[in-house]
């Protein structure tokens, strides 16, 4: 009999998380053959549901898999909030030697202790840029009272009020009406968010600050998992690893192409100069190393030593 295994997301048709997901689908089926029946349920969203709810869902085991930004699990387990630390990191190159080294091993058994998940992989949430009706993001002083949405996460909000926002966490699902009612004056999310979320339809200015490269976890039901015969979770463990490498090359891809269409659109894209984005990130920096300093010697060096292999 064929296993079943249902996987979830929260966005659209040309979302690079979406097309990830196909390419995971579409590789466990190549992979496993008549062995397993692959279930999609793209965006529960258009069921009513919020996005954030794929973490339950996934937890209770209604769904066996989702993909999930690794910001909302920081408070059940702490140690992710090492992939929150705030212009730490300069580009995607070296964020990906952390993720897929002995940090990122490390951070799975994490979660897997502390939850019911596996991590099976980690997929590129986008470098987060901000996003305003008019008002460009050159200094911490045009930061100054703006109502900013973000992720929900405390480390977050910290940051974001060192450097003069007034910050709120808003679930995806209400994001939109929230930016086109002004219930928020500015937002945080990747190019393809932006975009796709039709969001620049009313912030008609984007200062790529590139402040953090969001990390959005494969988690999979621990207790399927640990149900399925060895060559299928060989199998899915494969299929995850060939979606990765597609949906970050996604990913880059989509910063291109989502660049383009909203200049054509009529949309500002600020580039910062060297140092405007240090004025941004010396602001945050007390906040920064707050959040390091909750953290083991150990994982700071597994951190540190794992950014200094891909930069050498």
Known sequence: MAVKIKFGGYQGNNSVHTRGARVFCD??????????????????????????????????????????????????????ALFDQHFAVPDRRRAYGVLDGALGRRLA??????????????????????????????????????KLRTLASEDHRRVFRALGFEPMAIDVRDLPDAV?????????????????????????VVTLTGHLLGVALVLFNRRAVESWPANIQAAVSQAVAEATIAQRRFAEE???ICAKAMREEGVTLIE?????????????????????????????????????????
């Open 27 to 80: 590789a466990l089926k190549r992979i496993a053959g008549d062995a397993v029946e692959v279930e999609f349920i793209q965006n529960i969203v258009e069921d009513g549901r919020k996005a954030s709810d794929l973490l339950s869902m996934t937890e209770s085991g209604e769904l066996d898999g989702c993909y999930f930004s690794s910001s909302y699990l920081a408070e059940r387990v702490p140690e992710l």
């Open 109 to 146: 058994k994490e979660v897997e202790a502390k939850t019911g998940y596996n991590v099976l992989g980690y997929w590129d949430n986008g470098l987060r840029h901000i996003s305003t009706v008019s008002t460009a993001i050159r200094s911490p002083a045009d930061c100054t009272g703006l």
């Open 180 to 204: 086109v009612t002004g219930k928020v004056d500015a937002q945080e999310n990747p190019l393809t968010n932006i975009y796709n979320f039709r969001l620049h339809d009313t912030h008609r």
């Open 254 to 256: 989509d910063d291109d």
């Open 272 to 312: 910062l100069s060297e140092e405007e984005r240090a004025s941004l990130a010396d602001a945050a920096r007390h906040e920064v190393e707050t959040t390091r300093g909750r953290f083991s010697a150990e994982l700071i060096a597994l951190f540190e030593n794992d950014l200094a292999q891909v930069s050498s």
